[in-house]
């Protein structure tokens, strides 16, 4: 079966600070991986998704970009980040062909 | 637009009832569903997964899909407090590709003693 990792667990980050966010998965090879954010009280918002290596898709056009460099580790990053980035960050995957999606455990993200 | 609803909640149940949570969709060609359990300040964990019409039961929970009504329900029997969560359902769209889906913005469920 497959694991997510991904870390840091929690940040706080001033307004206007980088931010690079990291996602490795195992247990599995050419994953689809997604990265969500979801805001306090609200539902999951995906923002960018990846079905290989260099091949990043976006759904969100924001300050926020990803990066696959890697089959299993994907990486969210910022130049400058917003109060509204604030929110909790999850990378998911699921195995090519199938539906099903495998949730890492997050990162607390508190912009300040 | 694809859209998957959820009533908000909280639905509130007792311990050791059964708990009815629902959710419709939009895209009549979807192809698979899906149940996430979230705990607050948790990621989402796949507890059900469901593809053809019909029930599919696993311990305590059944799923039941309806494409002609374009509903999913999850049925939780025996309610306990810990079944208290978030529950999201998922829609995966028609044909193959890179699987993007639809999620509803969950049912809260508080199971109370």
Redesign the interface.
Known sequence: SQTIHQWPATLVQPVGSPLSLECTVEGTSNP?LYWYRQAAG???Q?LF?S?GIGQI?S?VPQNLSASRPQDRQFILSSKKLLLSDSG?Y?CAS?LL??????????T?LTVT | QKEVEQNSGPLSVPEGAIASLNCTYSDRGS??F?W?RQYS??????IM?IYSNGDKEDGRFTAQLNKASQYVSLLIRDSQPSDSATY?C?V?PAA?G????T????TSLIVHP
């Open positions: 689809n609200r539902g999951l995906l998704y079905v898709s759904e909790f999850l699921n062909g199938g539906g099903e999606q495998y949730f890492g455990p997050g607390r | 192809q698979s899906f996430y300040g948790k990621s989402p964990e796949l997964s999201l998922a995966n193959g890179s699987y993007i889906p999620f509803g913005r969950g």
